[in-house]
């Protein structure tokens, strides 16, 4: 970092990678591990934001048919509606919902593309053991990250063509707007119903580590909360995990049926 | 009078950087139960070279817990079963007659096995000459109280400074990252006043140094739990917070504090 004369003798050890030539400032900060694992709190903050807010509007599936307007709706019909209404007339239909999908996705592909490239450097970092681990604090949440991020990016593809988009595994009768009958079609279906169980699990897994990691990426430290960190990470998840899981059940057990 | 322990070591043997190795067995018996771990190992590379056979290497020092010489990972934790313990300072009587012990160099890509249980660390050396100094030349040494240090700077900074470095810490991450030991020594000089004026060359400059050696964490804690002075994962935030403030406003270029 200074003069190059007081600068200790190399010790013969090699770098096992150089250091890349600076890229213009901001795209630096993505250049190191420090910087990609703050961009990776940062997005998975915003999906986690994302799936606490979807779950939190797939509760509305329990409120089944209400009145809007004089006309009998179902509820999550109507909520669907609505986020495609968003900040109507001052942006044309859409295009909110658009904006947030955008956002995600981007956020999305930044938190894939950054979980990848720092598990290929640990990985080339890494030198096994030849004798048994004893792991202190290591929990399976932590240590199934990269097996539990990959279900979710599944999940997110298969969910998407069964319930948005309408294709693959949707069902037969998949109608674009009919939220509550699609999802009670979907998940009437045992086996989808149990893959949805499996892969919210995952979620939930997930964001339990991911949570309390975040605080760390990010810097985030205050003797006043730290205790808290893991509380939060815990209630977090807790709820996402019994929201999420609730759906399918719900459905398999004709609580929520047509 | 101590009690005596028959113990079997599986202990990793490795002639040199480049050969193979693998584990073998040696069987320590009358191991008095008030010796080292350390002393432990003296009494069978005696045995062993009494009947001709090569001693096994092992890194070692002070053996008063203050050097970080010492170091393996005994039973699959770095140091062993203690908390806070260095692997000079864990004691025989901790183990029961008839335990096997498996006995490993630190494992990370970074630190080669010379041979035996003996890893190269200077990796380690390498961070800490890339920024873990200050280098204002400020003449002799002023006044013990000359530099008013706030109570808790002072706390912090020593803290962080119980860092002995032997280097547990990337040996029980999974991801063989350096964030604990590197923070710890940037901390140390980050939280005084005299380490101001490079506070964020300062962390650039090790941060850098870091990467180009070892993995990137993902906050697992295995190198709290490993650690014989008890380094907290604290520092490990205060270094991404202070690399995050330097990078977004150019610090390091602009040396603004
Ligand atoms: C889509 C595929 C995904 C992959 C491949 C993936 C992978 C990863 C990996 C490898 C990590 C680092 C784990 C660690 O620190 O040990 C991580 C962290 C995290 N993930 Fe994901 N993830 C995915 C999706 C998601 C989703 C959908 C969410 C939110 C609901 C999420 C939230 C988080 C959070 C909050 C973190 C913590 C960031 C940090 O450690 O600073 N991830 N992810
Ligand atoms: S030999 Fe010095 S710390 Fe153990």
């Known amino acids: 970092m200074l003069s190059p004369t007081t600068t200790p003798q190399n010790s013969g050890e090699k770098p096992m990678r150089e250091k890349p030539r600076d890229l213009p400032f901001p795209l630096n900060i993505y250049q190191s591990a420090i910087g990609k694992k703050w961009v990776m709190a940062v997005s998975g903050l915003m999906l986690v934001g994302f799936v606490f807010a979807h779950m939190i509007g797939n509760l509305k599936i329990y409120l089944g048919q209400v009145e809007h307007n004089g006309v009998l709706d179902y509820d999550t019909d109507h909520y669907a509606e609505t986020l495609r209404n968003l900040l109507v007339p001052i942006f044309p239909e859409g295009v909110v919902l658009w904006g947030m999908r955008l956002g995600l996705l981007a956020a999305l592909l930044l938190h894939i593309h ?52 309408g294709f693959g595994i949707a069902t037969g009768e998949f109608e674009h707007g009919q939220v509550y009958e699609n999802v009670v079609h979907s998940l009437g279906r045992p086996i989808v119903a149990i893959g ?32 808290l960190r893991r509380t939060a990470a815990q209630v977090i998840s807790g709820l996402i995990l019994i929201g999420n899981v609730s759906f399918p059940i719900a459905v398999l057990t004709d609580i929520v049926s047509i | 009078m101590s009690t005596e322990l028959n113990l079997t070591l ?88 008839g335990d096997t012990i498996v006995i490993e160099p630190w494992r990370a890509a970074a630190f080669p096995v010379i041979k035996d249980l003996i890893v190269d660390r200077s990796p380690m050396d390498k961070i800490i000459a890339s920024g873990g100094y200050i280098y204002a ?15 808790e700077a002072a706390e912090s900074a020593m803290d962080a400074a119980a860092c002995i470095g032997c280097g547990a810490c990337i040996a029980a991450c999974p991801n063989s990252a350096g964030q604990l030991f590197t923070s710890a020594k940037l901390w140390h000089l980050n939280s005084l006043p005299q380490g101001q004026p490079e506070r964020f060359q300062r962390v650039e400059s090790m941060v850098h140094t870091m990467e180009q050696f070892f993995g990137a964490c993902t906050n697992h804690g295995e190198c709290a739990e490993a650690c014989p002075k008890e380094i907290s994962l604290d520092f490990i935030a205060y270094m991404n917070a202070d690399y995050m403030k330097s990078k977004i406003k150019n610090r390091a270029k602009s040396a603004q504090i």
């Not at chain 1, 892969?199 to 909360?225: C, D, E, K, R, T």
């Not at chain 2, 030349?137 to 109570?151: D, F, H, R, S, W």
Request: glycine residues 8%; contains cysteine.
């Open chain 2, 10 to 97: 599986q202990v990793w043997r490795q002639p040199g950087p480049d050969a193979p190795g693998s584990f073998v067995t040696y069987e320590a018996k009358g191991i008095p139960d008030d010796s080292s771990f350390l002393e432990m190992l003296d009494i069978v590379n005696e045995n062993l070279i009494e009947r001709d056979v090569e001693p096994i290497e092992f890194p070692h020092d002070c053996r008063e817990g203050i050097c970080g010489t010492c170091g393996v990972m005994i039973n699959g934790r770095a140091h062993g079963q203690e908390k806070a313990t260095a692997t000079c300072q864990l004691h025989m009587r901790k183990f029961n007659d």
């Open chain 1, 196 to 227: 949805y169980i499996i892969a919210n699990i995952a979620v939930a897994v997930h964001i339990y580590h991911g949570m309390w990691s975040a605080f760390q990426s990010l810097g985030i430290n205050n003797p006043a909360y730290n205790t």
């Open chain 1, 114 to 165: 950054s979980a990848y490239t720092l598990s290929m450097l640990s990985r080339k970092s890494d030198n096994a053991y030849a004798g048994k681990r004893d792991f202190l604090a290591a929990n399976w949440a932590s240590r199934s990250m990269r097996l539990t991020g990959p279900i979710v990016a599944l999940y997110i593809v298969i969910h998407l063509a069964d319930l948005t988009l």
């Open chain 2, 137 to 151: 030349p400020t003449g002799t040494a002023g006044e013990a109280n000359e530099t008013l240090v706030p109570k």
